[in-house]
């Protein structure tokens, strides 16, 4: 585990957290494939629904606040809207104090709001096509982190109970058997490496560039999709 907690209190509510996050997580899995043995499961798409579950927790601050802020400005907007049109109803009748204030300053404070609020999810909407563009599917280390995940539940569905020793215990099982080439093997061994350096290093220190990342990437989904027609 990542964190060591002194306080057992905490520990044991992680622990339970986690219990119950496994039962979901399998719940939710054989709910796909329409089964009630778990036997069936497939730890391939355990992984990629554990992947999409998490996801939205791994948002950035930065990125909830761009979106707190487009909500806020829209909602500013939607606000002076109704507030105009509300003012405007009112200054139709010419007993009440809003007749001395002209209509069209209502018209201008309608107009105003609706202005604010389109421009807010024009730039909300704007902004997250320009991030998912450039990010080319979410290009960084922790992509691979994903990829690795896939690729560790394959060979460990491939290989036998006994070879479950560690992961260059399970690819040099199934390089032996002929159920992956050598060069498969070094790919795979050179993934596990880039994933233990994910883990112990921060993003800051993993001196990859984009190129590289979209190299290893494509060549993990290659490895994915292999080893996926062997099951």
Same mark, same amino acid.
């Given at each position: 585990?990542?964190?060591?907690?002194?306080? +057992?209190?905490?520990?044991?509510?992680?622990?339970?957290? =986690?219990?119950e996050?496994?039962? %979901?997580?399998i719940?939710?899995?054989?709910?796909?494939?329409?089964? $009630?043995? $778990?036997?069936?499961?497939? *730890?391939?798409? %355990?992984? +990629?629904?554990d992947?999409?579950?998490?996801?939205?927790?791994?948002? !950035?601050? /930065?990125?909830q606040? #761009?979106?707190?802020?487009?909500?806020?400005?829209?909602?500013? =907007?939607?606000?002076y809207?109704?507030? =105009?049109?509300?003012?405007?109803?009112?200054?139709?009748?010419?007993?009440?104090?809003?007749? #001395?204030?002209?209509?069209?300053?209502? $018209?201008?404070?309608?107009?105003?709001?609706?202005?604010?609020?389109? *421009?807010?999810?024009?730039? !909300?909407v704007?902004?997250? @096509?320009? #991030?998912g563009?450039?990010?080319?599917?979410?290009?960084?280390?922790?992509?691979?982190?994903?990829? @690795?995940?896939?690729?560790?539940?394959?060979?460990?569905?491939?290989?036998?109970?006994?070879?479950?020793? =560690?992961? /260059?215990?399970m690819?040099?099982y *199934?390089?032996t058997? #002929?159920m992956?080439?050598?060069?498969?093997?070094?790919?795979?061994?050179?993934?596990?490496?880039?994933?233990?350096?994910?883990?112990? !290093?921060?993003?800051d220190? *993993?001196?990859?560039?984009?190129?590289?990342?979209?190299?290893?990437?494509?060549?993990?989904?290659?490895?994915?999709?292999?080893l !996926?027609? %062997?099951?």
């Open positions: 585990m990542k964190y060591k907690f002194s306080n +057992e209190k905490i520990k044991y509510i992680l622990d339970e957290l =986690g219990e996050y496994k039962s %979901l997580l719940e939710k899995s054989l709910d796909n494939i329409g089964n $009630v043995d $778990v036997d069936n499961i497939n *730890l391939s798409e %355990l992984i +990629e629904l992947i999409a579950i998490k996801k939205p927790l791994k948002t !950035s601050k /930065r990125e606040k #761009r979106k707190r802020m487009f909500a806020l400005t829209a909602l500013l =907007g939607l606000i809207f109704m507030f =105009g049109g509300v003012m405007l109803i009112l200054s139709l009748y010419r007993t009440t104090m809003y007749s #001395r204030i002209p209509s069209d300053l209502f $018209v201008i404070v309608i107009f105003m709001g609706m202005l604010i609020f389109l *421009l807010s999810v024009y730039a !909300s704007f902004s997250d @096509w320009k #991030r563009k450039s990010s080319n599917k979410d290009i960084n280390p922790y992509a691979l982190f994903n990829s @690795w995940k896939e690729i560790e539940a394959l060979i460990t569905q491939l290989t036998p109970d006994e070879y479950h020793k =560690g992961p /260059r215990t690819v040099e *199934l390089s058997n #002929r992956i080439s050598l060069e498969d093997k070094k790919q795979i061994l050179e993934l596990l490496q880039i994933r233990n350096n994910i883990v112990h !290093s921060s993003e220190n *993993l001196k990859m560039s984009k190129e590289e990342i979209l190299q290893k990437i494509t060549i993990a989904d290659k490895i994915i999709n292999d !996926s027609k %062997l099951i």
